[in-house]
């Protein structure tokens, strides 16, 4: 914005165009565009944002750390480790997803979908953001130093080969996600389930 | 006949390995990770900057995102057009609807519109301030670093059910009073 033009080259708009909307089509085929799924999850009732979230991570995790060894792709994107900051921040979070209902991408998404209330909770967001800049000096002193580990991984921590980890969420995964729909199309236990919750696969 | 687009539901496991998939050609394609919440920042940061330009610039947090690089990026015109795609996915499967005040938020704070909206406007804060200390959201953090195996973002992955699970269930397991 300043020293550089507004918008970056088109050529890159037009490629994060593509990909966003190709993940807010699969985020709405989801259901999490709706308040209540991702609500429903917290609430215990409705597992659909687990599943989503799970199984991208066990395919996206094998493509990618495959294209790493095969040298197709060069270097990982890691956030860094800076223990107090990503819990405290991960907690914050939680609590203000669990009172909008939805996340940043996926409100987004859910205003496409026609809920409306995803609207002021996107404005708040980007105060949210201002709020955070204006508290940054504090913070950067005060807790990103905090337990600050640099980019590391569950692999580069332990000494573990990452597949070690990938394969082994695939199979919790698989035997969680088995024995949850076992007990989800047992139980469906007494109406407690939101409108819309559950496993549409049908039509 | 029952073509998939026309299906207003798809099975959550098809939607992950989609997602899974798009991440692979974000990596490949792009040496791009899927996140979002770093473009609320772009945006508080150019409202700023259109407002007081000074003020913009001498903050740090804000001008590490828009001095020397372009506000409307790759991730803002991917978050724009999440909003486009959901769009196009409701459309095809049938499966729009406009909705102001969810029944489970109705359920504990009533019908009143204002009361959803305000609710609304301070959780998407709340949750952003938290999204940018932490470093990313449940995109950047949950989806493209979890699948990095990132520990920064399985800290925050645990952190954020945790404190989810508990601030939902003391929100709305009560009736309206």
Redesign the interface.
Known sequence: ????????PTS????????????????????V????TI??????RDH?VL??????????????YA?LQLG????????????L?????????????????Y????????????????I??????????????????W??AH?LPVGD?G?????T?TGLS?WW??IGLAVLGAAG?YMLERWESRGASGGSR???GG???T? | M?NPL?????????????????????????????G??T???N???????VVS?EH??S????AAH?????????????????????????VL?R???????????AFRFGPSRAV??????????????????????????????????????????????????????L???RKAV
């Open positions: 914005m300043f020293d550089t033009p507004f918008f970056a890159i708009l037009l490629q994060g165009a593509v990909v966003g909307l190709i993940f807010g089509f699969l985020l709405q085929k989801g259901g565009t709706r308040f209540n609500v429903g999850q917290f609430l215990l659909t599943k989503i979230m799970l199984t991208a991570m066990i395919v996206g995790g094998a493509g990618v294209m197709a792709i060069e270097a990982l994107h890691v956030k860094s480790a800076q223990l900051a990503n819990g405290l921040g991960g907690l914050i979070f939680g609590v203000g997803m669990a009172t909008l209902g996340c940043p991408g996926s409100a987004v998404a859910a205003i496409g979908d026609g809920s409306r209330d995803a002021p909770g996107v404005l708040g967001m980007v105060f949210g953001a201002g709020v955070y800049a204006a508290a940054f000096p913070i950067k807790i580990m980019k590391v991984t569950l692999s921590t990452p980890f990938v996600f939101p409108a819309g496993v549409a696969r039509a | 029952s026309r299906i207003p539901r798809w099975s959550p496991y098809a939607v992950g390995a989609g997602i899974g998939v798009l991440s692979w050609a974000t990596f490949y394609f792009m040496d791009k990770a899927l979002a919440s473009s609320m920042v945006a508080a940061g150019a409202i700023v900057g330009p913009a610039k903050n740090e947090y804000l828009i001095v020397g690089k372009p506000v409307f990026d790759w991730q803002m015109a991917l978050v724009v057009m999440m909003g486009f795609g959901a769009l196009l996915a409701a499967g499966s729009r609807r406009v909705e102001r005040v969810p029944s489970i938020w959803r909206y305000t609710g609304a406007f301070i959780g998407g804060a709340v949750l952003l301030f938290g999204a940018r200390m932490a470093g990313g959201c449940t995109s950047g953090h949950g989806i493209s670093g979890g699948l990095q195996l990132a520990l920064s973002s399985w800290v925050f992955i645990v952190a954020m059910f945790a404190a989810g699970i508990g601030a939902a269930h929100l709305y397991t």
